[in-house]
């Protein structure tokens, strides 16, 4: 039996270390601030930025949420980021994505402070992540490392293969396994003959936005598979695709007439030794390594 990779509890022991740093911090008078820009009314990202800034009360965290209006321009969004750089009382800024259509994204991101900017997407920190320096790294990919190293699987020398080559997710999880000396591969739509490429990865991580993209025959029998994708499915032949058979997904899609599926088949998980399930795995992380760079940005910026 393969062994599940429980991202709820990995995320719940970083939680309480980012707790206790935070409690050491008020003993010295400092109590990191985080802000959080959302924009409109996306229901998807309301729930993620309510759910980060709760995260931040319960670990004793400063948070402020803003709300600008759908209608937004990119001079009034530049004009808020400039404040939050200048404000003492913020050590890390995070900008909602998706943003609505009318707002340059790259040159709002572009406009936080390197120093502050928690989500670690500013080409400064892609830059320092890159050169081996202290950086703030993206919480996705900082949090797949988390869970490689506090479940013991070896990565040193290890061939990791990475589907996905975007710059939130897959660039700097390739980054990040190759500075933990693994032998990296980065896939991409154009790579020929991916699953030969996948077939030769010990550490697969799927990073593609596609339901149940990679499949049993993609994996060689004994991999780690960690699995980002986050994906929503909703019609009945998607869900007998992935899930016949499977009780308990079954009365979750009967209830919300939806369930969720990451980028692997659950087929190709029975072949792994280790896999992030979906939900579970991967995305209980990405708040707590926010949690965690905001904690850092806040110590860093103190030149503690
Ligand atoms: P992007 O759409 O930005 O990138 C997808 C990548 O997959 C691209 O590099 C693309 O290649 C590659 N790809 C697409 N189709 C194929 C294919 N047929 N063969 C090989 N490669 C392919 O997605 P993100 O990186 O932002 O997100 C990836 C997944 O992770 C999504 O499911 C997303 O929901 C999830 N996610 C989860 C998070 C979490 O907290 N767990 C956080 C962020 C994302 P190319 O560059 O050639 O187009």
Redesign the pocket.
Known sequence: MPRILDGIAIASAIKQEVAGEVKSLAEKGIRPGLAAVLVGHVPASEIYVRSKVQTCADLGLYSDLITPPDTVTTEELLDLVHKLNARDDIDGILIQLPLPAQVDAKLLLDAIAPEKDVDGFHPVNAGRLQAGRPALAP??PA?VIEILKRSDVPIVGQNAVI????D???KPAAMLLLHQNATVTI?????RD?PAVTRQADILVA????PG?ITPEMVKPGATIID????RITSRDDFDRFFAGNEKREATFAKRGSTIV??VHPKAFEIASAYTPVPGG??P??IAMLMANTVRAAKMRRGL
Request: hydrophobic letters at 35%.
């Open positions: 919480c996705t949090g589907v996905g080559r975007s939130i997710v897959g896939c991409h739509s154009k790579t991916l990073a593609i936005g596609r993209f980002v994708g986050i994906n990451g980028d991967v995305g992380l990405t």
